[in-house]
């Protein structure tokens, strides 16, 4: 809008003349007159000057106005207005005074031309209007009048009297219209109207002076302004039309599509005219809609030859304005219209250029998928036909375009959704974005159409990033591989070759586990082509690491460690850490083989390579300890057991912090065994035991030990693995009794102060096993008596005692035998607190006391006696016997009460006499009985002391030897 308002102002330039001060607006009129100051050079220099439209006039007639000759003086109108002015003074005749008083309006007027816009040339100028208006007012019907009224219009023009001049030119027209000043008078009243913004009336002039055709010198700027003067009335279609004809005639001949080179063959002084020509109607084909509208008006009224130079500038004028996108509709309008045309590729070019102007990203990509989709080679445009070397420069231009705008946007949707997954917890992972296949397809396309192209493998490496990127791997490996092999040598083949290599291992990671192995092949291939390719690659050895691993997979044992062996072996930029992978795919292979010694060896470089504090060092420990282990094995298979245990053995010296070492030390331990090494056994056992409390082989390594230290002829030792096997309780009832059993017996045998707790453990943890039990309080009943404790030996005599009591029919003899002695012993160890309590005074409250111990001994002795031990028996009656005797002595010999008389001591005496006789008598009784089992053939020890206690208290009848039958016989 503001274009048109600016063209608008241009072309309506002449109506501006202000009406004061007056010498102003006589310099405007000046300029006005001569065709206007808005009106193009060309239209200046078309219509003919005042003088040539006038004519030349003849001089008067000497007899009316003689002249007289005189020096030749330079031209001086001042001088000659004065000349007039003094003619008219001397009032000649009537042709005379109008012909000078013509002359001298004229010459004002020629005047007021010639010295600009004064207060002088303002006021002649009014003189010379009043000199016409007062010819045109004496001879009103006077042919020449034409002229008149044309000088007195000019006159009025030029002091800003455009309306008075405008109906000057009127009356001219109309009273003498036939004038040959007719057409300029027409012409120059359009002018005025125009200047006036009257452009109907305007219009209607112009059209008249049109009509005149060939007989105006005014034909070709009537008709521009013409069409100016249709514009000015929004005639927009009719004002086309005019400045179609203008441009088909001023134009050079055939079909023009480009702007300027179209102007430039115009001729010069037409210049101007065409160019405004065409600058007016992509006003008015903006005005009424742009590219669309040009369609319409084409599609209604047919198409000029010059019709591609109309979308061309209308879609130029509208970029110049800024309005991208109505000039981007304006060559697309061209496309719609023509779209076979070969000028359309051209239009679409120039569609991408203005939005890209504009900075419609969008669009502009946008227009280049069309562009590339429409003239694309195989594209029905080209209807069989090549397409032009213009159109595929443009075309590879396009495509790479849009192929790094998707690229772009979708590397931009990744990354704001990876941000976007990172803040959500779980989220799932980000889906890659569409644009990056979209990508792909233009970088295809360009390797498809251009294969000389000199930057095909750069296009061919983002092709392989945009497959990459978009999800599909294996694709991308490709594309990567043919950018690092496929071509001639380029600076990013190495560069390619390696994003090949992860690619190809990217997939092989995102296939099914069923697909795995064929993946990593390629990837592999992949690994070692770029490998040999370029040997001097900065991830050679990283790649050739990662292959070595990826053949170990495979179970590629033997290429696995020949590719770790050039990682070993290679020099450069290797790494440790490389080289330690490669010593672990090397000792991990070897071990897969069997080959545990090489195995070893590359697990100890690998260890050596492995930081300390590094997270994969203890591994690689069991691994070391696992092939040093495996060799163990080897040489058990083998039947090589000191080789074995050497190797066992080896894992806790070279690995001591190893896993496997408990095993190892086992089973080290266990070759020795077999070897009967049990000195080296029992060192290895203990030493397991030291490093590995609680282990789980605990159990069976105090098993082995205590065999161990058995056959070594070390009981303590061996008692002490039995007693820990007996108080574990993961081991069954019977390991543990029998282990018990083991280790009391085998501190007996060390005659150890261990083995009466060890007896005592087991009588309290395994009763149910009678036999041993019995034999068990049997040895703590010695240990006891030995130990010299009464208390503890009382107690393990009674539970020998209990022991075969509370067995019922298990009861053994050799349970009652040892039960018997037990009681016997306890009725000696009751009859012995017996003795120890002395009847002292008062003997009524020690008597008691004695006597209830005593009775306990009794019992004692009475119970051994219900076992039918002989041995016993006697022993028990022998000492019943004593019990008595010993106890009526007590009485005779119990402390007399203090301050008895002489003969209340007698009496005293007698009393106690009568107290132990029968005591005396029971013990004599008791013996006796002894004896008597003479008779049933036995004799013993406790028998005789019973006859000698017999003959020291009967002495009258047992006192003598030889009648030691008469005193068995007596008691029968």
């Not at 083998?638 to 074995?644: C, M, P, R, S």
């Not at 402390?895 to 006499?913: A, C, F, T």
Request: glycine share 4%.
């Amino acid at each position: 809008m503001t274009d048109t308002m600016n063209a608008n102002r241009r072309a309506a330039r002449p109506h501006r003349f202000p009406t004061r001060p007056l010498f102003v607006l006589a310099a405007v009129a000046q300029a006005a007159l001569a065709l206007s100051a808005c009106t193009p050079q060309v239209v200046k220099e078309a219509a003919p000057p005042i003088r040539q439209a006038i004519g030349k006039q003849k001089a008067p007639d000497e007899n009316v106005l003689p002249v007289i000759k005189s020096e030749d003086v330079a031209p001086d109108a001042q001088k000659a207005a004065a000349n007039y002015r003094k003619l008219l003074e001397l009032q000649p005749d009537t042709d005379t005074r109008n012909e000078a008083t013509r002359r001298l309006a004229d010459l004002q007027v020629q005047m007021a031309d010639a010295s600009g816009t004064t207060q002088e040339s303002e006021k002649n100028l009014r003189e010379s209007i009043k000199l016409y208006n007062e010819l045109l007012y004496a001879h009103p019907q006077d042919p020449k009048n034409d002229r008149i009224y044309y000088q007195l219009a000019r006159a009025q023009q030029n002091i800003g009297e455009t309306d008075a001049a405008i109906d000057t030119l009127k009356r001219l027209n109309e009273r003498l219209p036939d004038s040959n000043l007719a057409g300029d008078a027409h012409f120059r009243r359009a002018e005025l109207l125009f200047a006036r913004a009257r452009y109907g009336e305007a219009e209607s002039e112009y059209r008249t002076v049109m009509d005149l055709k060939d007989g105006t010198p005014f034909f070709v700027p009537a008709q521009y302004k013409y069409g100016w003067a249709l514009y000015k009335q929004s005639k927009y279609e009719p004002a086309i039309a005019t400045f179609f004809d203008i441009l088909d005639r001023e134009l050079p001949a055939g079909e023009t599509t480009d702007p300027e080179a179209a102007l430039n063959g115009v001729a010069k002084e037409k210049y101007d005219l065409a160019k405004d020509a065409l600058r007016v109607v992509t006003l008015s084909l903006t005005t009424l809609g742009g590219g669309p509208a040009l369609n319409d008006y084409l599609a209604r009224h047919g198409d000029p030859r010059f019709y591609p130079l109309l979308y061309i500038a209308l879609g130029d004028a509208l970029l110049e304005k800024s309005r991208y996108t109505d000039a981007a509709n304006a060559n697309a309008a061209f496309i719609e219209r023509y779209p076979g045309s070969p000028l359309a590729p051209g239009f679409q070019t120039r569609v991408i250029a203005a939005y890209d102007q504009g900075g419609f990203t969008e669009l502009t990509i946008k227009e280049k998928e069309r562009y590339a989709a429409t003239y694309d080679p195989s594209a029905p445009y080209w209807q069989g036909r090549p397409a032009t070397p213009e159109v595929m420069t443009a075309l590879r231009a396009h495509l790479e375009d849009i192929a790094k705008y998707y690229h772009a946007t979708a590397q931009q949707k990744l990354a704001a959704a990876q941000q976007a997954q990172a803040k959500t917890p779980n989220a799932a992972p980000a889906t890659p974005p569409a644009e990056f296949l979209t990508a792909a397809q233009s970088y295809r396309r360009i390797i498809e159409l251009y294969p000389q192209d000199a930057k095909l493998p750069d296009i061919n490496f983002l092709l392989g990033d945009a497959l990459l990127d978009g999800g599909h791997t294996l694709e991308a490996a490709q594309e990567y591989s043919k950018t690092a092999y496929g071509y001639r040598p380029h600076v990013k083949a190495p560069e390619a070759a390696y994003a090949a290599v992860l690619a190809y291992q990217k997939h092989a990671k995102e296939v099914p586990a069923t697909q795995r192995p064929e993946a990593l092949k390629l990837a592999i291939a992949e690994s070692l082509k770029l490998a040999d390719t370029y040997p001097a690659h900065a991830q050679r050895n990283a790649v050739l690491t990662q292959t070595a691993e990826d053949l170990y997979e495979l179970k590629d044992y033997e290429p696995a460690i020949a590719v770790a062996e050039r990682v070993i072996k290679a020099g450069g930029n290797v790494t440790a850490e490389q080289r330690r992978i490669a010593w672990s795919v090397t000792g991990d292979a070897q071990f897969a083989l069997n080959r545990y010694a090489q195995a070893e060896t590359a697990f100890a470089e690998e260890l050596k390579l492995t930081p300390a504090g590094a997270p994969q060092r203890a591994d690689v420990v069991e691994q070391l300890a696992a092939s040093i282990y495996k060799q163990g094995e080897t040489a058990r298979s083998a039947g090589d057991l000191n080789t074995a245990a050497q190797h066992f053995l080896r894992v806790g010296q070279v690995t001591p912090q190893a896993k496997i070492r408990a095993t190892a030390e086992y089973d080290g331990a266990a070759a020795l065994l077999a070897l009967e090494d049990w000195s080296r056994a029992t060192v290895v056992l203990e030493n397991f035991r030291s490093l590995f409390p609680n282990h789980a082989l605990e159990a069976d390594v105090d098993k082995k030990l205590a065999v161990a230290y058995e056959k070594d002829h070390k009981p303590q030792a061996a008692a002490q693995a039995y007693g820990r096997i007996a108080r574990r309780t993961s081991e069954s009832t019977e390991t543990r009794e029998e282990a018990a059993w083991r280790s009391a017996s085998l501190y007996d045998q060390a005659k150890s102060t261990d083995a009466a707790a060890a007896y005592e453990f087991y009588v309290k943890s395994f009763p149910a096993a009678f036999d041993r039990n019995v034999e068990a309080r049997s040895r703590l009943v010695d240990y006891a008596r030995t130990a010299g404790n009464p208390q503890r030996l009382s107690a393990a005599l009674r539970e020998q005692v209990a022991v075969s009591d509370g067995a019922g029919a298990r009861a053994t003899e050799r349970s009652k035998a040892l039960a018997a002695k037990a009681s016997l012993e306890l009725g000696r160890v009751a009859a012995a607190d017996t003795q120890a309590i002395a009847l002292s005074a008062p003997v009524e409250k020690s008597l008691p006391r004695r006597k209830q111990a005593m009775e306990q001994a009794l019992a004692w002795f009475e119970k051994s006696a219900t076992y039918g031990y002989a041995d016993v028996t006697t022993a028990a009656t022998y000492e019943t016997g004593r019990l008595y005797q010993g106890f009526g002595r007590a009485l005779l010999d119990s402390e007399r009460p203090k301050k008895l008389s002489e003969l209340e001591i007698e009496q005293y005496n007698v009393l106690l006499e009568e107290q132990a006789y029968p005591f005396e008598e029971k013990a004599i009784q008791t013996y006796e009985t002894n004896l008597r089992r003479i008779g049933q053939g036995l004799y013993d020890e406790w028998i005789a002391k019973s006859a000698q206690q017999l003959a020291a208290l009967a002495p009258a009848k047992y006192g003598k030897h030889e009648q030691g039958q008469d005193r068995y016989e007596s008691l029968k």
